[in-house]
């Protein structure tokens, strides 16, 4: 944990030094809640985005009944208590990491901050996220925070929220669509994420006298069409096909939840006899993975047969780790919401905001658990 955090000041510093912090530069945020400047070489920028709440009024249709739904607003952008009213078209809740995500936002945007939240859980659905952002438009919400369940499809309500003055703000997940029609994106590097976990299998099979075995390898994917899953895939893979020995024997999707972790990894066990790795796309499915082994009367984590490799490093996923059941957990860090408060806070003041901003993630071994859990926030 120091170590890292001297590794945070250290680059803060680089950067700062290295590059002036100029256009190019990408904020990342840490799960304390700092941040750090961070420069890719890539061309990202900035746009300034001046939120223009029009005095909007609701014809009565669009999603009122779509998802679960918390309204609590008028249906003015500049609502007359002086509150801003910010819709949030949320995923589901499929998960923990979900439901940490959730909290930051509802935890941020209170009244007593400022806000009149809309939640709408959308319960996995594009179309019912979709008519969720319609019904902001149509109400006039003054900001519109989007979590993609998906990555194609947005285009279209994207230009109704754009024409209407209403900035979009991305979070978590990546869309497809062109940077130019919503404000900013705040979310995780999945494909970096997904090379972590193959990097720290390379150097755990190192440590352990295993690398030039030949490993055969099953993934538990998440969602279909997530860019979470897609870019995890991708980075995972990247790597994995480099090594030579390593078999990607399967791939299929768990959706992120620990029932759908469970059927698959029964699946595997019943048609592979030989698995030594399986890389479960969120730690749900890894807890569902760990019941199915358990189950088959197999063994699995540092002192086990199968090697279990998790993404989210959420506090259970710590508990799964010191409980012997999984190797290592790649961080997603969830917590967003007063990152997005802050886009929201320099949007009102007409201020230019950051275009990409990344969360500031590491990488968990189960050695490392016992002691990292305490100072874990979700
Ligand atoms: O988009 C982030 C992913 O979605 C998290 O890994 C997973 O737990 C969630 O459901």
Do not use: H
């Amino acid at each position: 944990m120091i170590k890292r955090r001297i590794w945070v000041a250290v680059l803060a510093m680089m950067c700062m030094f290295a590059s002036g912090c100029g256009n190019d530069d990408m904020i990342v945020l840490t799960p304390y809640g700092d941040a750090i400047i961070q420069n890719e070489g890539s061309s990202t920028g900035t746009r300034t985005t001046a939120a223009s709440p029009a005095g909007r009024t609701s014809d009565g249709n669009g999603a009122a009944t779509a998802g679960e739904q918390e309204t609590a607003g008028t249906e003015d952008g500049s609502d007359p208590s002086g509150l801003i009213r910010v819709g949030f078209a949320q995923v589901g809740a499929e998960s923990g990491w979900r439901l940490a995500q959730t909290q930051s936002m509802k935890e941020t945007f209170t009244e007593e901050n400022g806000y009149l939240f809309d939640f709408v859980d959308c319960n996995n659905n594009q179309k019912t996220q979709l008519q969720a952002l319609e019904r902001f438009v149509e109400e006039g919400v003054r900001y519109i925070i989007l979590d993609p369940i998906v990555e194609d499809g947005y285009e279209d309500a994207l230009r109704k929220a754009q024409d209407a003055g209403i900035p979009v703000i991305i979070v978590d997940r990546n869309i497809s669509a062109d940077a130019s029609l919503y404000a900013c994106w705040v979310g995780s590097d999945f494909a970096r994420e997904g090379r972590d976990a193959a990097q720290w299998l390379a150097a755990y099979l190192r440590e352990n006298g295993r690398e030039s075995e030949d490993v055969n390898i099953l993934t538990i994917l998440g969602s279909d069409g997530a860019s979470a899953t897609t870019g995890r895939t991708e980075g995972f893979e990247e790597i994995a096909k480099a090594q030579g020995n390593w078999n990607l024997v399967d791939r299929q999707t768990g959706d992120f939840s620990k029932d759908g972790g469970y059927a698959v990894m029964k699946a595997y066990l019943d048609k592979y006899d030989d698995i030594d790795v399986a890389v479960c796309q969120n730690d749900d499915e890894a807890f569902g993975a760990v019941e199915a082994i358990k189950e088959a009367g197999r063994t699995c984590g540092p002192k086990g047969d199968i090697i279990i490799i998790s993404f989210d490093a959420t506090a259970a996923g710590f508990q799964a780790m010191i409980d012997g059941d999984i190797n290592v957990d790649i961080e997603c860090n969830p917590l967003e919401g007063p990152f997005v408060a802050e886009l929201i806070r320099k949007m009102e003041k007409g201020e230019t905001v950051e275009e990409i901003q990344y969360m500031e993630e590491g990488v968990f071994p189960a050695e490392e658990a016992a002691d990292v859990l305490p100072a874990r926030a979700y």
